[in-house]
């Protein structure tokens, strides 16, 4: 069972080591796998997930939200704060964490007001939310601080080429909500919840260390060392939740991509593919392998980051498997609805593929203008 939880839990992981090891029989190892790794993205991406978990465990978060939403005394307006704090959560702690901390405060308030018939809609919008949100910030996706890394974009420049996508999503998003919500009145139940305010202080100063060292203002080998030895006393626990599948999935597929790179037919292949279209290319491959794995690998035969960097993140929505972070909603939304599994995915379906033409339509009109 403990086996089959880890399989279960880790799939993606354990699909990358295979991948890895089946083309390292082509590639045999040597001293050029070193070369493989972006430890700057590793790093990084590990120091940002060990915070957030510390600021999940004093419910930091869900005390913000709670916050937000309970200024607002409707239906529609509810929903609407749940998807904007989901989208904006995003940009800044990644969006599989925005699901993790945003999606149980979904089903609290539509359970405790009594509004379950908008739980399917209010999950998908949150999962469109935090797939999209996190495309204007470097660290919003695991995938995005890897390319911003990998071709050292500019700050500027990379917030540039995500803007126009990003205000078309807020726009999708918010006539979604407008159309398909109902404005009736609300009410939430209230709880205990209170924040332990020294704890906060240093975890939000940990995190502003995270976010420095992603945007090159500290080297990344500062908060190696003093994000985790202050972890250790204040919250040992945030260490051991942190992503560890996802980081390994990493570098597995740096591994993959790199002996992939290597491989002279497939290096032509993907090489002239790309050439065709980048933009196509890349979107079409989220839908099969996922955005993360189709950074990493399109990124060895291509440096139109430009395209690519569009088409891993518009390809987040589409199918249940184009974002990993969509089974982190199908996975808690089955937890409440255990019967309504097929409803769901009709819905999600439907959704995500209206969004996945508008947006990939949307970015082929930005680059004729």
């Known amino acids: 069972m403990t086996l089959k939880l880890f399989l279960k839990k880790n799939a993606i992981a354990v699909i990358a080591f295979f991948a890895a090891l089946i083309t390292s029989i082509f590639v045999p ?40 939403v309970r200024l607002f005394k409707n239906t529609r307006a509810c929903i609407l704060a749940l ?35 908008y739980m399917a809609f209010t999950f998908i919008m949150q999962n ?23 071709f050292k974009i500019p700050n500027l420049e990379f917030m540039k ?21 109902k404005k009736e009145n609300i009410e939430i139940e209230d709880d205990d919840v209170k924040l332990n305010k020294k704890k906060t202080l240093l975890y939000l100063v940990l995190f502003a260390i995270s976010i420095l060292i992603v945007f090159r203002g500290i080297p990344y080998v500062v908060g190696l060392i003093v994000i985790p030895l202050v972890l250790l006393i204040a919250d040992r626990k945030a260490l051991k939740q942190v992503d560890y599948g996802l980081l390994l999935t990493f570098v597995f597929f740096f591994i993959f991509s ?24 890349s979107i079409l491959s989220c839908q099969v392998i996922s955005n993360v794995p189709s950074a990493i690998l399109l990124s060895q035969f291509t440096n139109n980051y430009v395209d690519l960097l569009l088409g891993v ?3 987040g929505v589409g199918t249940i498997i184009s974002s990993l972070a969509s089974l982190i909603t199908l996975k808690e939304y089955l937890r409440h609805n255990p019967e309504k599994s097929m409803y769901y995915m009709g819905r999600f379906s439907i959704f995500n593929l209206l969004f996945l033409v508008a947006l990939t339509a949307f970015a082929f009109l930005i680059k004729l203008i």
């Open 313 to 315: 993140n518009i390809g």
């Open 128 to 150: 469109i939310a935090a797939n999209l949100g996190g495309m204007l910030t470097p660290f919003g996706n695991p995938q995005n601080l890897y390319l911003y890394s990998y």
């Open 83 to 117: 998807v904007y704090v989901t989208f904006i959560g995003s940009m800044l702690i990644a969006n599989d964490m925005a699901l993790l901390t945003f999606l149980p405060l979904g089903y609290f308030v539509l359970s405790s007001s009594n509004k379950k018939q």
């Open 161 to 181: 080429i995500m803007a126009l996508p990003f205000l078309f999503a807020i726009l999708l998003i918010t006539l979604c909500c407008l159309i398909f919500v």
């Open 29 to 68: 190892i040597d001293r050029q796998y070193l070369d493989y790794f972006d430890y700057k993205t590793l790093s990084c991406l590990f120091c940002v997930l060990a915070v957030v978990c510390a600021l999940k465990n004093i419910k930091f978060f869900y005390i913000l939200a709670k916050k937000i």
């Open 258 to 281: 790199g002996n992939m790179a290597r491989i002279e037919a497939v290096r032509a292949f993907f090489s002239k593919l790309l050439q065709w279209n980048t933009l196509l290319i």
